[in-house]
Each structure stands twice: as C-alpha cells, then as structure tokens.
C-alpha cells in the first residue's frame, strides 16, 4: 500500500518536513524530504518537522471533538431543565383546574341545599329557571377562562413545535450529496460497497450506485433524519407506497411489491397520525432472494410491543412470497425495549441455514452470556451497559451462505483490544494485534472482503494507527494446491514471486 510517509517526487526517502506557508503566490506539495528541502525555497520558519504538525493537528482534533461535548452536555441540559418547567408548569395549571373543579363541586351542592331550603316566594324563579341560568352563567364563565388557558398554551405550543420543525428540516433536508457504505449479494455472497445518496430541494432522496439511480423516494414528514438503507437488494428491488398522506405524515395501509410483485401482508398501516399501529411484518436487514424473512408483531402508538416472531418464507414462479415456518423471537416491553430472553437471527442466515443467537436483553440492552443456539462454541458476554466485554468466539460480519469466517479475541467495553484471529476451515486468514483505542497496529494479515472458497485471497503487512501502511504482500490460490501468486497494478507495487500459503516461503 502507497505509504503516506513516502515522498512522492524521492521514493528513497521518508517526508521530514511540513510547509505551512500560507503566502497565495506560494506552492509546493507541502509534504518535503530532505532533497525537497535543497529545491523548496520560501520561508524555512514556515517549514515544521512533521511529528510536531501531527501534534498540532492532534491537538486540535481533541480541543474540537472536547468543543462537541461540550456542547452537546449543555444543550441536552438546557432540554432537560425546560423539560422539567415544561412539566411542572402543566403540572401546576392541571393541579389548578382541578382545585377550581373542586370548588365548583362544592358550591354545586351548596346550590342544591339553597334551592331545597328555599322560600314559597322564590318557587317562580326556580320553575322559570332563572336562578339556574344564573348559577350556569357564572359556570360557564369560570369553565370558559380555564378553556381560554388551555387554548393560549396549545396555540403557543404549535407555533413551538412548527418553528422548531421548520429549524430541524432545514438541518435534515439541505442539499447534499454523501457517500455510505452498503452491500450487495452476488453469487451467494455478501459484497461491501459504496453508494451515494443524494438528498434534493424537494424532500426526496435518491440512491444512486455505480451511476445508476437504484430508487428515489419522497419524504414528507421532515423532522427527522431518514434511515439509510444499506442493503443495495432492498433498494433496488423491494418498494412500498403509502395509501395516503395527512398533515405531512403516511397514514393508512402500505402497499409492498418485490420485483415487481405486490405482496399482501407486508408492512402494515399508519394512524391518521402518521403512528404504526396494529400488526406489522417488516424483512430483516439482509433481506434478498437467498433470505425471504421477515420480523412480525404488532405496533402500538409507534412503538414495537409484545411478542415478535420470524417469519420464513419462499417465492412461486411469479414472485409471489408464502409462509414456510415461523419461529419465536422475543418480547418488547411497554417502552418499546427489548426485555428478556431473545433469539436473534445471525446477519448470515438464509432460508436454507438458519443461524440463531440466544441471550438476554434488559431494558433493550443485551447483558450477560450469549451464545450460537446451534454451536455453543460461538459465544461471549455483554456487560450492564450492553457492551460486549472479555473473550469472544464469532461469526465475522461478512461471513455468508457457502463460505463462514469465524473470529476470536478479547473486548473491553464494546472494543477489540489485543491479539484477534480469524479462521477459515481451520486455517488463519487473518492475525493482528490492536490497541486499546480498538486500532489496527503493527504486523497484520487480513482476508479479502470478497474472500470466497473459489477466490481465497490474503493480505500481509503493516498497520498504523488503523491504516495501511508501506508495502503489503497479496497472495493468493483458487485451490488448496495451487502457489500463492504476488500480484502488480499501477497503484501498488509488490515483490512477485511464487509463495506457499502453508510455509509462507
């Protein structure tokens, strides 16, 4: 790998110096080596050794990245402290109103014994109704100032809510364009990849990959950020339109197609405030051709609630999805958290091989023991905060179908820390130490992303501080027989010779 701290115009030598001259008829490459140094010119004050302007921007990172903190410790502050005076104040208007409820209760029945006690002269006016109507005046103009109230603080809270709308939208929906990284599956693999998303005037936001616009979708309730799907599959081929819209918010029954084919009894349906309500059936993250599942259960006030379950299923000729089998999940509590013992399904899984983790949540943070349901060799713990902590035996994240890389090493509070490994039919593919920080450092080998049975492709060299550095060996073999090849391209240069993947020699 090209090596940052190799000057571009001296390969033999390492860059020493910093130009941070900042004169506009000034130019150079910055990056200076001792023989850059002779041609460079300028003002040699401006020129700092390189450790020095890594501490500086070091240091600036961390006086940046405190500032964030900061800030975001006192605003949540300033929301809890309004939050409480918001509360109290309704609080107390309630209190308030039902004193004067109260009052009213009793004066009513004060009013009853006037009219039992009354005299034979004032008999007229209570069949005339006339001291009722005064009785009910003098109600209804005490209800109507409490009413009043009640309308000045809702009409003063919708101005709130619509300016603060109005405040977040322009933060959520500028115009933008921005890079995520996603997957797509092909030939029974899980493939990483980068994709654009672009978000325009109109409130839509468009996917687009390798040049291609995969899906645009509009949005119309703009107060928050859309998630990003990263499942090029589910963006391409699974879509959903609302059976209406009311006051900027979905409302009614959805309806879902795959490939082009409607499919009923997916997804489910909005309050006519915009809420998911009743049963839901929403496909898993991995969602594609190879895993038809889907999670199911039912919704309250926008909130999962009870139990939740997988739903298996298999496609016809025509695209047409139908129920397989079905298997239990676990339970949301009343908060919307998962709670209790769950079986989760491994990112991995497809309809031929399912894969099922099994542990338990509390208040929807994962603790304690968890475990392969199938494999107890694959296992580890969580602690209180819902951090994997101590020894861990996993399937890697892009493990899938026909090929499964498992890993082991330490965590500490949700961090890789120490020695890793990752193996493949009981063979090391990949081996390093990493820092405290959770950084890759020092000696490594890496596997390919798309490694694969047919393409086994391995990587060796140096890291520092989580990057790729100096020159890195590639070698590879598409049978257990065949030599490791090194390999060349433009950007990257490498020794080339025949390697023995089990010598290494």
Excluded at 150 to 166: P, R, T
Excluded at 353 to 369: A, L, P, S, V
Aim: proline share 1%.
């Amino acid at each position: 790998m090209q090596n940052e701290l190799i000057c571009q115009k001296h390969p033999h030598n390492q860059i020493t110096l910093i130009c941070t001259e900042d004169d506009e008829f000034h130019s150079c490459q910055r990056r200076l080596c001792s023989d850059c140094i002779h041609l460079h010119g300028g003002d040699a004050s401006k020129l700092i050794p390189i450790q020095q302007f890594n501490d500086h921007i070091k240091l600036k990172q961390e006086k940046l990245e405190h500032y964030f903190l900061v800030s975001k410790r006192n605003f949540f502050k300033q929301y809890d402290d309004i939050e409480k005076k918001l509360k109290d104040y309704l609080e107390n208007t309630r209190n308030s109103a039902e004193a004067i409820f109260n009052e009213l209760i009793l004066e009513n029945l004060h009013f009853k014994e006037l009219i039992s006690s009354c005299r034979t002269s004032d008999l007229n006016e209570i069949f005339q109704g006339k001291k009722f109507d005064t009785w009910k005046s003098l109600i209804n103009s005490i209800v109507d100032k409490l009413s009043t109230t009640n309308l000045l603080i809702g009409d003063n809270l919708q101005q709130l809510i619509s300016k603060h709308n109005d405040e977040v939208s322009q933060i959520f929906w500028q115009e933008k364009v921005q890079i995520y990284d996603g997957f797509q599956m092909k030939k029974n693999k899980k493939i990483k990849t980068k994709f654009l998303v672009k978000f325009n005037r109109n409130h839509e936001i468009i996917y687009i990959h390798d040049g291609e616009i995969l899906k645009k979708l509009k949005f119309y309730n703009l107060t928050y950020q859309p998630e990003i799907v990263s499942n090029l599959e589910i963006i391409q081929h699974f879509n959903y339109f609302s059976g209406g819209v009311r006051n900027n918010y979905n409302i009614g029954k959805q309806y879902v197609y795959w490939k082009g084919q409607v499919q009923e009894g997916v997804f489910g349906e909005y309050s006519m405030e915009g809420k998911k309500v009743g049963l839901w059936k929403i496909p898993i993250q991995n969602f594609w051709d190879e895993a038809l599942i889907f999670m199911v259960g039912e919704y309250v006030n926008d909130q999962r609630n009870g139990q939740w379950d997988y739903i298996f299923e298999e496609q016809d000729n025509n695209n047409v999805l139908k129920i397989k089998s079905r298997r239990n999940g676990g339970w949301y509590n009343q908060q919307g958290l998962k709670d209790g013992n769950w079986l989760e399904l491994s990112e991995i899984s497809d309809n031929h091989d399912i894969i099922f983790y099994e542990g338990n949540y509390q208040n929807g943070k994962k603790f304690g023991g968890w475990k392969m349901s199938q494999d107890n060799d694959y296992k580890g713990s969580f602690n209180n905060q819902g951090q994997k902590i101590g020894k861990w035996y996993e399937m890697n994240d892009f493990s899938f179908l026909d090929i499964k890389i498992s890993c082991s090493g330490n965590y500490e509070n949700g961090v890789k820390i120490g020695k890793w490994q990752s193996f493949y039919c009981n063979e090391i593919i990949g081996e390093g130490e990493y820092t405290n920080d959770g950084l890759k450092q020092g000696e490594w080998k890496d596997f390919w992303e798309g490694f694969s049975r047919e393409c086994q492709v391995v990587m060796q060299g140096q890291y520092e501080n989580n990057k790729k550095i100096n020159e890195w060996t590639i070698f590879y073999k598409r049978n257990p027989d065949q030599k490791l090849v090194f390999q060349n391209n433009n950007h990257h240069i490498y020794i080339i010779f025949l390697f023995d993947l089990e010598n290494k020699i």
